[in-house]
């Protein structure tokens, strides 16, 4: 089922798509600086402090934070201009129609019903294409990826994370 939403967001719905894209590699990426502190707390509680490896997980996890902070802003570079090129095309569209609507139209509708149309009814759209995507992207890959990464770790440990999912459910209710 078609909502006027999405076919509102067609002409831009593939910048959108791309920046889903970039969100979830950003928010993957983003969970390797946890994976490699990790492993550099590993290595220092065994008392190798010189090793070469503490040192590639030290630079892996600035690349990582470099990389994942990047894919994550072009997410939301690509999400924006979507937005300023939907928000845009449907105001050329106003104003063309405004330019073809009856005098007697401006008489009978206050300025303050025409400014919520033009101006606060496209702002609204601003967090539907430029934000909701991305930011539920990262929402969804985030967790599921950490959770799948502490079920490397220790099978135990990632039940007992999902099993404080109800006991927090009823407490924030």
Same mark, same amino acid.
């Given at each position: ?40 707390? !590993? ?112 099978? !135990? ?17």
């Amino acid at each position: 089922m078609t909502t006027a939403l999405d076919t509102l967001k067609r002409p831009v719905n593939r910048m959108i798509r791309l920046g889903v894209v970039f969100a979830a590699m950003g928010a993957l990426v983003n969970l390797v600086p946890f994976i490699g502190l990790t492993e550099l707390g !590993r290595l220092l509680l065994a008392g190798n402090t010189d090793s070469p490896t503490l040192w590639r997980w030290a630079a892996l996890v600035v690349i990582a934070l470099s990389l994942g902070w990047m894919a994550s802003g072009v997410a939301l570079w690509l999400t924006h201009l979507a937005d300023h090129r939907l928000q845009s095309s449907l105001r050329e569209a106003m104003v063309r129609k405004l330019g073809r609507v009856p005098l007697g139209w401006y008489t009978d509708t206050t300025s303050g019903a025409v400014r919520k149309v033009v101006q606060d009814d496209l702002e609204d759209l601003h967090h539907l294409v430029a934000h909701h995507a991305v930011e539920l992207t990262a929402a969804i890959v985030t967790p599921l990826a950490g959770l799948v990464w502490l079920a490397t770790l220790n099978w !135990r440990l990632a039940l007992l994370a999902v099993l404080t999912l109800p006991i927090y459910a009823v407490a924030y209710g």
